[in-house]
């Protein structure tokens, strides 16, 4: 049986819960750990009336079964007075209910705007309010799960209930549009239509049916919604007694009842009127963009109809109008993807756990987890194939004879384990081969900072498109190259899965092409054929192992060209030749000899990183970076005052010398190098010389910054707290007169009996054969790096390993440690639980036993 649904940590507001379905949900949540916010106004099922004692009942059930619960006896239009009790008690806010609800039922011609007014300022309003206020702490931990409350009423009608009808439909859509707009900081939310009985609903339905839909039936679905494993966003669900039901929007084909330059009439509606209501090949639109492309499509068909004459640049058969198809802006395309996505796509394209260093692609709480560089492939295609599919005018495309013929990728920066992208394409040119026509698009992805994160141009043949006396080459179009006259300096080969193109479909590409026997056979293929893609995605993985040691950050650009297919299980051999910053390769099929991508290169970034090196050694301002370090391990209040993280950029004759961070937000320090966590708050590019002005007060910043002499990145504002990082700190608080953090640690005597016993014992050097470091924390800090070198000799030691580096780091708390080396901490449960992180091989965290021997009795 798989582990129970746990909500440690969590903490939860549930609106209306002094009774019947709000009561069984605060009580569910509590149950199962979280810390629960009961709000009840106390009134009746109007609306009338108030009292504490609803609230204050279930509040006091929780805390008898020894949970945690407060109560709060607002009414839901004042959301900050609710959110501010989750606060104020818990700290935290991560679970909303909005149950809250009341009936003023009415047949239309009888309902009062007090009766209209209540019931909105109640159901809609008041899930407005609640959720706006903790909206902003939401996404400030970048964690939220929302359920809106909807009803059979809302969704299909009731008679005497058009108020209330009205506003639990408009939960719908205030639920669906907050499913969009958090995605991007893994806010949920979802809406449930429950039929229970309650107080509300004994005055509508039979007393034997009441009892038959008890509330316990509908609160599993609420609390899976809210967990945490679950990903389902932006969807409906009606549910009782047990049985559950998802709802989707469904559509007909429709009918065009016009012709362009042609009034549309009534009587065009009625004879079309059949097919409107007609619900075969029906279609089900789940968001603004599916439902507005089928008719911006049909637009775009008849304005091309309405062409009369032919441009310049068009055929006389007037079906091409490159013009045209250049001047089409095609929509932004939207596309969110999390570690599943990523992980999945790694699996798609071969990635394997028989690969030494796997966890790096395969494992979201890797430390060093990343994605592939060619994926960043994946967002512009959707995107490109949108457009395709919407129509290009001026050029009309039949989809089942497209090719794709050449890919190019360039990467600006590694693409983050999960993401809201934007991508924009557009059409650069199109090419005449005689036998076809060749559509270049080029596609750019910017992230959520509107910052450029990938560009990819894909070079599409359309079989029989040509002849309409255009041009043949294209300046627009990233060329191709090929390799070396010399045998291969690297090869390595690879057999794709019987199962890898169905695998890799799921990553976007739903060509049937590749998975439906028929359809391949219509292309002449005896097999469903490998996407070209994939096999991009193989010959990235290989370069990346063989000239980058996996380092996705040093790929910049590929460019393949599409030769043969693949067929699922065959053998994938890269042949590569490097030759300065380029990879030129070539892929071919081991079992038949075929040439799959031809005329391919993946550049990296290379020499940059070098030269940084070479000249750091020469800076004066090393030696102030290392006296704010010491500045900053000694005053560990200044992290509090600055709370935030700067990259410094020292040039040397208008070139980066070095790089150093001040890492005053995660407890990092000052370090040589970009930041180790996330990305820097505030980037100042200046020159050695004048940074040591700057330091000094001989340069004021300002001045600096106005005459071009200090350049600024990111939030300009935190550059203002850097004169508390710069100025010299206070008598006695050097380094060497504050008493050492790592001196009050519990780990130290562990530390020591273990350097006593690696030395004692050489025999365990032998067994475990590889070097440990291990971090250890206090209050959330590093404390003191200690290494265990049982590979080289070097023993038990303070400090960072003094030869090559940790096979294994292990980040653990300092208590944790003694706990986990006496056996009062699982290991294993460490790890699961996130008291103990590992990074590099983490197999090799299970030869420590070894090590640890008695430590219990220390």
Known sequence: MSAPLRFDGKVVLVTGAGNGLGREYALAFAERGASVVVNDLGGNFKGEGKSSRAADVVVEEIRSKGGKAVPNYDSVEEGEKLVRTALENFGRIDIIVNNAGILRDRSFARISDTDWDLIHKVHLRGSFQVTRAAWPHMKKNNYGRIIMVASAAGIYGNFGQANYSAAKLGLLGLGNTLAIEGKKNNIYCNTIAPMAGSRMTETVLPPDLVEALKPEYVSPLVLYLCHDSCEENGSL?????????????????????????????????????????????????????????????????????????????????????????????APPSEFSYTERDVILYALGVGSSTKEPDYLKFLFENAGDFSVLPSFAVIPAFSSQTGMMVGGIPGFQIDLAKVLHGEQYTEIYKPLPPRATLTSKSRVVDILDKGSGAVLIVNVETFDEKNEKLAFNQFTTFVVGAGKFGGKRNSDEARPTANPPKRPP?????EKTGIDQAALYRLSGDRNPLHIDPSFAAMGGFSQPILHGLCSYGYATRHVLRQYCDNDVSKIRAIKVRFSKPVLPGQTIQTDMWKEGARVYFQCKVVENGNISLSGSYIDLNEGAAPSVSQSSGSLQTDALFNEMAQRASSQPELAKKVNAVFLFEITKEKKVAAKWTADMKTGGGVYKGEPKQGKADCTLTIDDQA????????????????????????????????????????????????PSAASSLLSDALFEEMAKRAKSQPGVAKKINAVFLFDITKNGKSAAKWTADLKMGGGVYKGEPKQGKADCTLTIDDKNMVDMATGKLNGQTAFMKGLLKLKGNMMLAQKLGSLFGDASKL
């Open 489 to 493: 300096d690297a090869s390595i080969s």
């Open 237 to 329: 669900f009606e549910i009782g007694a047990g049985w559950i039901g998802k709802l989707r929007w469904e559509r007909t084909q429709g009918s065009v009842c016009r012709e362009a330059g042609k009034k549309m009439t009534p009587e065009d509606v009625r004879d079309n009127w059949n097919k409107i209501t007609d619900f075969k090949n029906s279609t089900h639109p789940s968001s603004t963009t599916e439902s507005s492309a089928y008719m911006v499509s049909v637009l775009k068909d008849m304005e091309n109809k309405s062409s009369a004459s032919p441009r310049p640049s068009q055929t006389s058969s007037g079906n091409m109008d490159i013009e045209a198809a250049k001047a089409h802006k």
């Open 691 to 738: 940074m040591m002005d700057m330091s000094a007060g001989k340069l004021d910043g300002q001045t600096a910054f106005m005459k071009g002499i200090l350049k600024l990145k990111g939030n300009m504002m935190l550059a203002q707290k850097l004169g508390e990082l710069l100025k010299p700190g206070p008598a006695g608080s050097s380094p060497a007169s504050k």
